[in-house]
């Protein structure tokens, strides 16, 4: 069948295939969560919604494989907030391997240990329009294109454009950042509306990003 994607800058249609019946579409949106924010979950929700994934999982990474590190907060309360991110919310769950696993958290290992744990799955790696650019620069991305097929979102102030295989899909632009939450917490201001209020209140008892 035909899927029809519409984005702000073009139009195209993708040919996919249909279903097999033994086979599972899981996509996979990993960061730093730090914290998760409303933003993170439309994404998730409308990806799996677009493209009728089964689940899309939101996946905590241990340490970011970027050069320039980022200062985060301890895994153990990332992780708490996007439990609370998407408790009982139908379509998203949580994986946790990266933690797991610990070290430095590089997309094409945890896709092919993934993908040799769950040989049924096809899975869909997400990313916002301001990672596009990086791409050639990811750890055996060459590699990483054959375990998974990407699907891209569009941000605010990100132009897209890519030679790598990319499903665009087009969902609300919403300029909420992480470092935009933290710093209003820093700076003494409730970001309400910006995550969800169980996760605004776990931040708050714990005392974090203060």
Known sequence: MALELVTPFTKVELKTKEKKTNRKQIGILGGNFNPIHNAHLVVADQVRQQLGLDHVLLMPEYKPPHSDVKHTIDEKHRLEMVNKAIAGVDGLAVETLEI???????TYETMKLLTKKNPEVDYYFIIGADMVDYLPKWHRIDELVKLVQFVGVQRPKYKVGTSYPIIWVDVPLMDISSSMIRNYIKKGRQPNYLLP???????????LYR
């Open 100 to 106: 797991e696993r610990q070290g430095v958290s590089y």
């Open 197 to 207: 209020k169980a996760v605004l209140d776990y931040i708050n008892k714990e005392g």
